[in-house]
């Protein structure tokens, strides 16, 4: 048996998110705050044991942020189960004794947390007339946390997933309409007490690794004392009495020694000699103090590590926080195979971001190898080294989208020839793609070196700080990445820069063309070509798909770069390529000369030369705030990054007012209605078009306003 969906409606970030899981290892995706640990805390409230009777007491912070008003709301988590056994005790478990026996055996099933407002509350919303919100204020206004109750619930017939089924069920608060009805057999069928699934499956929680030492030192949460106790079950005293009675009589020897009865002798005289005898106490004794009952003896176990190789065991605080995480981590797996072998109906394993302080290549050999054929493992994570092992078909990405955040399935509705692909292809660099808020593909070392420089310069803002991660494909088979990116999987956007290829100067075939000549445009032809095939794919393939979008250089990045304004800056790289004077002279001639032919061919060679990404890191060094980048990535980077913020727009204007005339620039009193404008944007006291306007009025003919003009 494993976990197959897991539906949340109105928990926490999440609004209505499903997940989908397989049977084995499986992950869980996503950047700071996207709600992995949410995850996991809702399948602990379903089946760990330790966290059912919280799961009676949430609270109004668990219920979504999306909510305008909580009150009234229901918190519905919905687990399925898939491969039930076919035993008879198993299948009780999910029957609750509501189904016949001549029923088939059950495949599937389901288990429910719901956390809806008290009967009377119900009542009170069921005899709502329709529209009338004035009495759904009032109704709402007086419910407090104490108004709700939790029920488990299974055989559930309900898709909670769908908005149409929750409106149906809890009804519809934007019209007042609400069913008269109060219970609705769709939900399922309450579990009785003494069928608790969480009784009969075994769950091992591994918490996010913050501070091991302490973990260590708490006998309640310390691995190694569970441990001792979990392999031990109950203490038997019979086994114990000979130890505990060697401990007695270490006590007794210990307070039997001379010092220790002369200490105790003159601490006596001492206090008789300064209280009198009326007030000194009646008796007074020096007692060692090693425990003699069984489970404190447990506790006093330590566990030593040698972290080198130099024979020297240290306690848990010597070790380096990567060797303790390493030993936390090992005990817990070990106390998860101890409770497999209690022979549980299904076992499960969640692990919290187990890569914090852990290397690299650890990281990658042990969730390589961490798989039980009877267990299913859910882990969360945002290590690109874990990614990289897991199997795209068992990932789930936990996005934001506005005030929430879903969970995509990148593998849905996909060929398994599709899924090999891809999984082949994302290494630990490229599978950055499946955790940012949006991606750029590019084909080559320059875009994915130069691109993220160019945004910085002209932005003053990384591509980081815009949530756009720039992804290099290598090639140009952009199709084999880009259809993660669809409504049935990544919900994210993806603009895909490629080049067209066309030629920057004549190819038409001359009967006095020499061999070299002939060589040349036929290559050139040839390419250009194939950038028209590539756009033909290209565009038909992104057609239709709001989160894809191509965007074209008419020649090549270098080619495009240069034509765009920026051929000084690849002047500044020629004396670093070449050492010939007459080449250099030449070289710069050609980069100056305003020709499309020449300038295009000069940068190209250099970069030919140099190798292509050397050339990109040769550029980088001599960029300037006035760099201009092309228009056809500033439109992929519009397309990726979608709307900018009032206050991105403002820290982007005062970079360049600030790099084009001086960190004061905007308290000059030429600048300073700039300044006033910009802050005026920011209170929503003017409007865009009114900022633009002031812009370019005060910064003429700066790279900002092509960049402004993509904005509506």
């Not at 950038?531 to 250089?553: H, I, M, P």
């Not at 765009?564 to 790289?573: I, R």
Request: hydrophobic share 40%; glycine share 6%; proline share 3%.
């Amino acid at each position: 048996m494993h976990i197959s969906k897991l539906t949340l409606v109105n928990y926490r970030n999440f609004k209505n998110t499903t997940l989908q899981f397989q049977r084995g290892v499986n992950t869980i995706i996503g950047e700071n705050g996207s709600g992995k640990s949410n995850i996991l805390r809702a399948i602990r409230l379903l089946l760990d044991d330790t966290m059912v009777r919280a799961a009676y007491r949430l609270e109004e912070s668990d219920f979504s942020r999306a909510l305008d008003q909580w009150q009234g709301h229901w918190i519905i988590i919905s687990m399925e189960f898939e491969e039930i056994s076919t035993d008879e005790s198993v299948q009780a478990l999910f029957l609750h004794g509501t189904a016949t026996l001549e029923d088939a055996p059950l495949a599937k099933a389901t288990y429910n947390l719901i956390f809806r407002p008290k009967k009377e509350i119900r009542l009170k919303l069921a005899a709502l007339d329709l529209f009338d919100y004035d009495t759904l204020a009032e109704i709402r206004s007086v419910i407090t946390i104490d108004d709700y109750e939790t029920i488990f619930t299974g055989r559930s017939s309900a898709d909670f997933s769908n908005p149409a089924v929750y409106e149906s069920i809890v009804g519809d608060f934007k019209s007042c309409y609400f069913k008269s009805e109060t219970e609705f057999p769709e939900i399922g069928s309450k579990v009785p007490g003494f069928l608790s699934v969480t009784k009969e499956v075994s769950l091992t929680f591994i918490q996010a690794l913050r501070d091991v030492v302490s973990e260590f030192h708490n006998n309640r949460t310390n691995p190694l004392f569970t441990l001792l106790k979990s392999r031990s079950g109950e203490i038997n005293p019979a086994t114990m009495q000979p130890i505990t009675q060697m401990v007695r009589d270490l006590n007794a020897s210990i307070e039997e020694l001379e010092d220790v009865q002369s200490v105790r002798n003159h601490i006596r005289e001492t206090i008789k000699d300064a209280a009198g005898e009326t007030y000194s106490p009646a008796s007074l004794s020096i007692k060692s103090d090693l425990p003699e009952e069984a489970e404190k003896l447990f506790q006093s176990l330590r566990l030593f590590v040698g972290e080198s190789e130099e024979g020297y065991e240290g306690a848990i605080h010597e070790l380096s926080l990567g060797g303790a995480n390493l030993i936390f981590l090992t005990l817990k797996l070990l106390e998860f195979k101890y409770q497999r072998e209690k022979l549980s109906i299904a076992n499960f394993l969640l692990i919290e971001e187990p890569e914090a302080h852990i290397h690299t290549h650890i990281q990658k050999t042990l969730f390589d190898r961490i798989a039980y054929s009877d267990a299913q493992i859910i882990y969360t994570t945002h290590s690109t080294h874990i990614s990289e092992v897991s199997n795209v078909s068992n990932v789930n990405i936990l996005g934001r989208h506005g005030p929430f955040c879903e969970a995509y399935q990148p593998a849905a509705g996909l060929e398994p020839s599709q899924v090999t692909s891809i999984q082949r292809y994302l290494d630990a660099v490229r599978s950055n793609l499946l955790f940012a808020k949006s991606v750029i593909l590019v084909e080559g070392d320059v875009e994915e070196i130069l691109i993220p420089i160019l945004v910085k310069k002209m932005l003053g803002l990384s591509v980081d700080e815009l949530g756009i991660s720039v992804i290099n494909i290598r090639s140009t088979g952009f199709k084999n990445v880009a259809v993660l990116f669809h409504n049935l999987r990544i919900r994210k956007r993806c603009a895909i820069i490629t080049d067209l290829d066309s030629a920057f100067f004549d190819i038409t075939p001359l009967l006095t063309d020499m061999p070299a000549i002939v060589a040349r445009k036929g290559k050139a032809a040839g390419s250009q070509k194939s950038g028209q095939e590539r756009k033909a794919d290209l565009d038909s393939f992104v057609a239709g798909n709001q989160w894809l979008a191509t965007f074209y250089a008419t020649h090549t990045f270098e080619v495009d770069f240069v034509v765009a304004g920026n051929q000084e800056s690849v002047v500044q790289t020629v004396s670093r390529i070449y050492k010939d004077a007459a080449t250099i002279d030449t070289s710069v001639n050609e980069l100056r000369s305003g020709q499309l032919d020449q300038m295009g061919r000069r940068t190209l060679m250099m970069a030919q030369q140099e190798g292509k990404g050397w050339f990109a890191i040769l550029l980088a060094n001599e960029l300037t705030h006035d760099v201009m980048i092309p228009d056809y990535i500033q439109q992929a980077i519009h397309f990726a990054h979608g709307h900018f913020s009032r206050t991105l727009l403002s820290r982007i204007i005062q970079h360049r007012a600030e790099s084009r005339f001086g960190s004061k620039s905007l308290a000059t009193p030429f600048h300073s209605a700039l300044r006033l404008d910009i802050e005026r944007f920011q209170r929503e006291e003017i409007s865009l078009q009114s900022l633009k306007a002031a812009v370019e009025l005060m910064l003429r003919g700066d790279v900002i306003n092509s960049f402004l003009a993509e904005i509506t």
